[in-house]
Structure formats: structure tokens, C-alpha cells
């Protein structure tokens, strides 16, 4: 038999698909994380009834006065400080990403020590895991906005000389990051007064923590997604330099 007998084959080539990097994989794994923290929450919110309710009562009141509340809280922070943690992995081997890191994983603790940790029944003294609940929180609520906000100097720097789509994601994530914090520093500096023994708060603390909280979960899908538009050119640029 000849050679010319025996169909010869040849792999096909992918035409405009690119193998996904560790990075893209940490960003898909961070929107992920976001969007699964969504559904526990909403339930959470569903199942309370009266005398709970939005706008005096935070997230950790509904937390320990629902049934279930400590597991739906749990998966929702589970599912962020997952996400969180594979954004700071990915972010690894870059340069220049190490205070980005370090808060993604700060970020990533509070929320588990947080979840570990409830906060006391309203009209209960306060105690010890209450306190370590109340610190955590403070710390995740500070944390993420800072991350994101280097981030987006990162990706500025990294990708400076680039066209105008390519600094977009980093321009959206810095609003995102500033608007984040500006509710978050709200949070903290209304809590304060209780803190110090003042009576009451300046601002109705539910609804105050609630689109704190909301922002919080967008701003790591935000995150993520900007290192998805434009992660893979920055790292590029920023392993050249």
C-alpha cells in the first residue's frame, strides 16, 4: 500500500481564541464570587418579618434574629472572601501588586471573621464576639475600596501610553473604588458615636450598610472585570519594565 493511500490529518487552528491566563482565570473565579454572594443575601432580607426591619435593623441584627441567618451570611461572605482570595493569587506573580494583595486578603479575613464572629441580639449587652464582629466589619468595609483604588493606579501606570479603550477599565474602576469608599467611610464615621458611648446615630445605620454592603460585592465584580478588559496588557507591560 502507498503512502498516498493513508488520509493524512491535521489539527485545526482556533482562530481568534487565546489560552486563558491564571489571571483571567482568577478575575472569572472574583465575578463569580460576586454574583454567588447575591442569592443568600436576598434570602436573608426575604425571610424577615416584624418587628425587623431595614432601616434601624443592620445586616448582622437580621443575621442572629432569622433562622438560618448565620448560614446564608456565611455563604455570602464565603463566596466574596473566595473570590477575593483567587483575585489576590492571580495577581501573584505581578509586579508592583503586593498592597493590592495584602488588602484582598485583609478584605477576604474580615469577612470570614466576621461571619465567625455575630454580633449580640439587639437589646443584649454587647459582648466579646460582637466586638470582634464590629472590627471586622470596619476593616472589610475599608479595605476593598483602598485595594481597588491602587488597582487602578496599577493598571494606569501599566497601561499609560495605551488608546483610550484600554485605560477605560481602569478610569470605571477607580469611580467604582471611590464610590465604594465614600459610602464605606459614611459607615464607619456613623458608627463611631455609638462607639465612643454617644446615644444614637447620625444616619438610619440599615440602609446606610445596606448600599455600603451592595457596593461592596459590585465593586469586586468591577474589580475583577477590569482585570479582565485589561489585566493581560498590564501584566504585560508591567513583566517588560
Known amino acids: 500500500m502507498s503512502v498516498a493511500e493513508f488520509p493524512v490529518t491535521f489539527p485545526t487552528p482556533v482562530i481568534g481564541r487565546s489560552r486563558r491566563s491564571p489571571l483571567d482565570r482568577a478575575a472569572q473565579a472574583a465575578v463569580a464570587g460576586s454574583v454567588a454572594a447575591v442569592p443568600p443575601i436576598t434570602a436573608l432580607h426575604l425571610a424577615a418579618t416584624d418587628p425587623i ?32 482570595a483567587a483575585l489576590a493569587h492571580g495577581l501573584g506573580p505581578l509586579p508592583g501588586t503586593r498592597r493590592i494583595r495584602a488588602l484582598l486578603n485583609l478584605w477576604a479575613a474580615g469577612l470570614v471573621v466576621a461571619a465567625v464572629f455575630p454580633t449580640n441580639l439587639r437589646g443584649t449587652p454587647q459582648n466579646l464576639s460582637s466586638n470582634i464582629h464590629l472590627y471586622a466589619g470596619a476593616v472589610a468595609f475599608a479595605a476593598l475600596p483602598i485595594a481597588a483604588w491602587l488597582l487602578a493606579r496599577w493598571l494606569r501606570r501599566t497601561t499609560g501610553r495605551s488608546d483610550g479603550p484600554a485605560r477605560r477599565p481602569a478610569a470605571v474602576l ?18 463611631l458615636p455609638g462607639v465612643v458611648g454617644m446615644p444614637e446615630l447620625m444616619m438610619p445605620p440599615g440602609i446606610l450598610q445596606r448600599f455600603a454592603g451592595a457596593a461592596q460585592i459590585g465593586l469586586l465584580a468591577v474589580t475583577a472585570t477590569a482585570l479582565l478588559r485589561s489585566g493581560r496588557r498590564a501584566a504585560g507591560a508591567a513583566a517588560s519594565r
Open 53 to 84: 426591619e431595614p432601616a434601624g435593623w443592620t445586616i448582622s441584627d437580621y443575621v442572629v434574629s432569622i433562622p438560618q441567618g448565620t448560614l446564608l451570611f456565611a455563604l455570602t461572605t464565603g463566596a466574596l472572601a473566595a473570590g477575593a
Open 174 to 191: 477607580g469611580a467604582a473604588a471611590l464610590l465604594a469608599g465614600v459610602l464605606s467611610a459614611a459607615l464607619i464615621a456613623n458608627r
